[in-house]
């Protein structure tokens, strides 16, 4: 077996044979499906595939569906009812791939060779990954940090200008302290000035620190 099948654990069946039923184009009154609903049909069936699998076989056939199952998911996820409604763009890929593949009946070869493209893409995008949760950690943190100060501000004085001077000061601190621990992620990836914070910190702020002006002295 070549070192690529090894390290992915797939072994090549010669001939593929298909584990779930036919998706159903229509209803019952024979008005075509919305691609959301050919979409749920694949959910349930892969899910079905999934369940009743054997667990200690690996096959291209069993890889091909966990990547069919992720694919389902993120249409799902980023494609809305109206891009899928009948013979819509989406709607129309939708059942040509699939009517398509019926007629060609891909084998394993075609479910390795995908598969080795789906897991190169995502190891690419596991450092994009990365670097997008660091940036989220750092926008969070800097929002909780203003969120500290204005409720400790009981006499409702500070203006968000303020704050943010105090935050920017007190996210320096935490990623000097966290460089010095080894993380260099804040270092690169946290908002680091003032006109950034101020947009992060402006979605917490209470209604006094926004409106011009300081507030009358009691």
Request: hydrophobic residues 30%.
């Amino acid at each position: 077996m070549p070192n690529d099948d090894q390290r992915l654990g797939l072994k090549v069946p010669e001939q593929h044979t298909s584990t779930v039923p036919q998706l159903r184009l229509v209803n019952s009154e024979g008005d075509m499906l919305n691609g959301k609903d050919l979409l749920n049909q694949m959910i349930d069936e892969l899910q079905k595939v999934l369940a009743s699998s054997d667990d200690s076989t690996s096959t291209a056939a069993g890889y091909a569906t966990d990547m069919c199952m992720e694919m389902v998911r993120k249409v799902q996820a980023q494609v809305s009812k109206e891009e899928l409604a009948p013979m819509s763009k989406g709607h129309f890929l939708l059942a040509l791939g699939y009517l398509y593949g019926k007629l060609t009946m891909p084998d394993s070869r075609d479910y390795k060779e995908l598969y080795r493209h789906y897991i190169s893409n995502e190891e690419r995008q596991i450092p994009l990954r990365k670097v997008g949760a660091e940036r989220e950690r750092g926008r969070q943190w800097i929002k909780n940090c203003a969120r500290q100060v204005w409720e400790q501000d009981h006499a409702k004085e500070l203006r968000i200008g303020e704050v943010v001077k105090r935050v920017l000061d007190t996210v320096r601190k935490e990623v000097k302290r966290q460089q010095n621990q080894g993380n260099e992620g804040p270092r690169r990836y946290w908002p680091s000035s003032a006109p950034k914070i101020r947009e992060l910190i402006r979605e917490v702020a209470p209604d006094y620190a926004v409106k011009p002006g300081r507030p009358p002295r009691k």
